[in-house]
């Protein structure tokens, strides 16, 4: 497929645990982006790549939350010990890298539930 | 945090009227954009408009952009059932790094 792919789709987990989240961009994208939308609420920027380092992760809620893009292809959103405040969908969004931030395509996102 | 405010948060409209939804943003920005997000769905790009434009038409869309309002507009003009979704829009802070800040959205509607 030529789009931004995440996985899973939806991870339900207990208070506590470990998760990791995929996303797989777009071939040729050097801009990757994770972003967090809680229920009825836009989405909110948690870190941004550019090739395999980490350009700007200002996002980050807390130490719990990190991410990684070892080959500046695919990244992975990892969550130690997991809270319910954490439950939300995880999008990911690729971009040709460009003087300003283009256009973002995005992934169908990564519903996480804590319970 | 978010930047922009989009206003309203929600409108319900018949099919064949215009919608128009509104944002405001609060710093420089290098551009514009809106996106569009079906429920349950990612987002999808609809247009962006660039600082030193002031409108920009893609198909049924109009985008406007006053800069020294530090707000935008969309129109969506002979609404159809299937424009019901949410939308968006992001800007790129001109002192902010390469990242979209997105605002609330708002949750259109449009009844056949």
């Known amino acids: 497929g030529a789009g931004v792919s995440q996985t899973p789709s939806n991870k339900v987990t207990e208070k506590g645990k470990y998760v990791e989240l995929r996303c797989d961009p777009i071939?040729?994208?050097?801009?990757l982006y994770w972003y967090r939308q809680s229920l009825g609420q836009g989405p909110e920027f948690l870190i941004y790549?550019?090739?395999?380092?980490?350009?700007?992760d200002s996002g980050l809620p807390n130490d719990r939350f990190f991410a990684v893009r070892p080959e500046g292809s695919v990244s992975t959103l990892k969550i130690q010990r997991t809270e319910r405040g954490d439950s939300a969908v995880y999008l990911c969004?690729?971009?040709?890298?460009?003087?300003?931030?283009?256009?973002?395509?995005f992934g169908e996102g990564s519903r996480l539930t804590v319970l | 945090s978010q930047q922009g405010e989009e206003d309203p948060q929600a409108l319900s409209i018949q099919e064949g009227e215009n919608a128009t939804m509104n944002c405001s943003y609060k710093?420089?920005?290098?551009?514009l954009q809106w996106y569009r997000q079906n429920s349950g769905r990612g987002l999808v790009h609809l247009i962006l408009?660039?600082?030193?434009?002031r409108e920009k038409h893609s198909g049924r869309l109009r985008v406007t952009l006053d800069t020294s309002k530090k707000s935008s507009s969309l129109l969506i003009t002979a609404s159809r059932a299937a424009d019901t979704a949410s939308y968006f829009c992001?800007?790129?802070?001109?002192?902010?790094?390469?990242?979209?800040?997105f605002g609330g959205g708002t949750r259109l509607m449009v009844k056949p």
């Open positions: 071939s040729g994208h050097t801009a």
């Open positions: 992001a800007t790129d802070e001109r002192n902010a790094g390469n990242m979209l800040t």
């Open positions: 408009i660039r600082s030193n434009e």
């Open positions: 710093t420089s920005i290098n551009n």
């Open positions: 790549f550019q090739g395999t380092g980490a350009a700007d």
């Open positions: 969004a690729s971009s040709l890298r460009g003087k300003n931030t283009g256009e973002l395509f």
